[in-house]
């Protein structure tokens, strides 16, 4: 059974109670466009329960972790990225700004990235 919290914007959007621009979705995740994008394609992949980070993912959520990655590749082929790369992005904390507590994936291309990818 799929977890919800209701005072988390993620899992509203998972109810479709707070609109988003959806690019994918399935059982497990689901993909929509980011609110501030920081590159020409930038789309959040969550999964439909409720898991707050990445550091609170715990080894029965394997098959949720799974689902993550595998929508990556079908949602870059959606946007048309495939071919030309990709990068997908945990923050996790506040070292890494994660400003919203439910996990997502940014997925980010279409255009040439640097590395490191900070200053
Ligand atoms: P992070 O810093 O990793 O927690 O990223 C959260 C992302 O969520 C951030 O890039 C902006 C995005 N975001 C926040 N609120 C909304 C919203 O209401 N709709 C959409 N589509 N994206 C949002």
């Known amino acids: 059974m799929n977890t919800y919290d209701q005072d988390c914007l993620f899992c509203r959007i998972v109810r479709e109670e707070i609109p988003a621009k959806i690019v994918f979705r399935n059982e497990h995740v689901v993909a929509f466009r980011d609110i501030t994008p920081v590159a020409p394609r930038h789309v959040l992949i969550i999964p439909v329960t409720h898991i707050s980070s990445l550091s609170e993912l715990k080894s ?11 929508a990556a590749g079908t949602v870059a082929e ?4 495939k071919a030309s790369g990709y990068r997908l992005v945990f923050n996790s904390g506040s070292d890494a700004m994660q400003s919203v507590f439910h996990i997502h994936a940014h997925l980010i291309g279409g255009q040439q990235m640097g590395w490191p990818p900070f200053p």
């Open 60 to 70: 029965e959520d394997e098959a949720i972790a799974g689902q993550i990655l595998l």
């Open 78 to 81: 959606i946007l048309g990225i």
